[in-house]
Antibody, heavy 117, light 110 residues
Framework: EVQLVESGGGLVQPGGSLRLSCAASGFTFGSYWMSWVRQAPGKGLEWVANIKQDGIDKYYVDSVKGRFTISRHNGKNSLYLEMNSLRDEDTAVYYC??????????WGQGTLVTVSS | QSALTQPASVSGSPGQSITISCTGTSSDIESYNLVSWYQQHPGKAPKLMIYEDSKRPSGGSDRFSGSKSGKTASLTISGLQAEDEADYYCCSYAGSSTLVFGGGTKLTVL
């Protein structure tokens, strides 16, 4: 059974940093693109970042470029999102998702990031 | 990276069919066969319903179907059931390994 479990969310002040993690199981992690998708409270879904199987190719939505970094450790079956210079508008539930071919077939339960002073 | 356009809400009675539209541009929906649809119940993670414009995931309900014409993709739900009441999101590949979602549509089963 495919499982994705996010962790690392919490309350952080504007300008602060946070690192999200996603533990994957039930599939060959290193064979899949992986993504982060977020959802602000009461709002819609927003794709945040993609990372290719080898961890070298990474892509971001314009609003997080230069501030967020997606990474992975295939040996640990883990996906990460390093978030710096956080802004109020980054407040959201962050989902980890498996992305076979630019769609998301499995999702985690999400972790809430709140940016507030 | 502009969001795709979906109606804010749609409604239908049990047993009826409804269609949710998703309009993009020549840079996303029209250029690739990579539109996907997601169902999200309150407080839950999204669930994949349709991928690659019209394919259903293994085990997916055949009451859900997807189609596309030009810059507009559509999700049709036939034989509406109470449990179909949820938010629905379209998503399209937008080139250069990026993706874009629609704003979401709230489906109410009357």
């Amino acid at each position: 059974e495919v499982q994705l479990v996010e962790s690392g969310g919490g309350l952080v002040q504007p300008g602060g940093s946070l690192r999200l993690s996603c533990a994957a199981s039930g599939f060959t992690f290193g064979s899949y693109w992986m993504s982060w998708v977020r959802q602000a409270p009461g709002k819609g879904l927003e794709w945040v970042a993609n990372i290719k199987q080898d961890g070298i190719d990474k892509y971001y939505v314009d609003s997080v470029k230069g501030r967020f970094t997606i990474s992975r450790h295939n040996g640990k079956n883990s996906l990460y999102l390093e978030m710096n210079s956080l802004r109020d508008e980054d407040t959201a539930v962050y989902y980890c998702a498996r992305a076979p071919l630019f769609y998301f077939d499995y999702w985690g339960q999400g972790t809430l990031v709140t940016v507030s002073s | 990276q502009s969001a795709l356009t979906q109606p804010a809400s749609v409604s239908g009675s049990p047993g009826q069919s409804i269609t949710i539209s998703c309009t993009g541009t020549s840079s996303d929906i029209e250029s690739y066969n990579l539109v996907s649809w997601y169902q999200q119940h309150p407080g839950k993670a999204p669930k994949l319903m349709i991928y690659e414009d019209s394919k259903r995931p293994s085990g997916g309900s055949d009451r859900f179907s997807g189609s596309k014409s030009g810059k507009t993709a559509s999700l049709t739900i036939s034989g509406l059931q109470a449990e179909d009441e949820a938010d629905y999101y379209c998503c399209s590949y937008a080139g250069s390994s990026t993706l874009v979602f629609g704003g979401g549509t709230k489906l109410t089963v009357l």
